[in-house]
Every structure is written in structure tokens, then in C-alpha cells.
């Protein structure tokens, strides 16, 4: 299967988008990642209620060996998946999944997902609210190097 992250949350404020856009890009920049930016703005600078509408916004970007993370959100504020994104199916929306993003990071190696995870970290508290993230690896929850190169090792 592989060492994988699956994370959810709300941004908390609609007019911060486009700011973490920027971050994220610099960081992804510098890494010499590959990213993609959908829209960096909220329509009328407000969420657009529980109902989602057809466009995507914030950014994703490809660490080497590493599924795509994602800083991606539906009209609504919420972080939600490109995969499931995709679908036109409103009962689809209203599942959990299409609100839980998941990457595996497996092949990146541990230093690499080290550095998505401080990402997120980052991101997570300067950005969003009501965030979760699980990681296979216990690095989240530890911030202990040891157990992330032992879960890497196993």
C-alpha cells in the first residue's frame, strides 16, 4: 500500500487565498516542484454557501516520488479532492471522501514527506480551520524524525 496522509479542514478566511497560494508556490518554486494554481479568488470575496459550484481553487504541487498534495477547495471554503472533484454527481459532494485529501509519500522518501508534512503544518495553522490530518508514518502526531525513518524502514 504504502505510507500515505489524508487530511480535511475549512480555510478561514475566503480573502487569505490567494496569500496562501503565493507561500505555497514560493516553497513549491524553490523546491523545483512542479504546481498548478486553479482560481485564487472566491467569487464576490465570499464563500458560496454549502451548495458547490464548478470551479476549483488554490494550488497542488508534485514533489519527486510523491502523489500530488493539495491545497485545493471547493466554493464553499472547504478543502476538498481533485479525483473526486471531477464528478458532477451533488450526492457525491456530500460524501466525506470528496472532503479528505490523501497523498501517498511512500516513494518520496522520509526526508521529502519531513518536509510536506512541515508544509502542511505551516499551512494548516496560519490557513485553515477544523483541520485534521492522519499520517501513516506517526511524524504528524510525533514530530519525531526516529519513528518517521523506522515507518519509512518498515
Known sequence: MG???YYSGRIK???KLRQMIEEVEDI???KGWDYY???DEFKDNKFQGEMVNQNLYG???SPPGSEPIQFTLAS???LCSILEFGTNNNIQKERKIFYTIFSKTQYAGAEVHKVIIDLIRYISV???SEFKLTDES???ETNDENILKESFIR
Do not use: P, Q, S
Open 59 to 61: 494550488i497542488y504541487f
Open 3 to 5: 505510507l500515505t496522509i
Open 37 to 39: 494554481i486553479f482560481e
Open 126 to 128: 496560519k490557513y485553515f
Open 28 to 30: 513549491a518554486v524553490l
Open 13 to 15: 478566511d475566503c480573502n
Open 138 to 140: 506517526h511524524y504528524w
Open 76 to 78: 464553499n471554503g472547504r
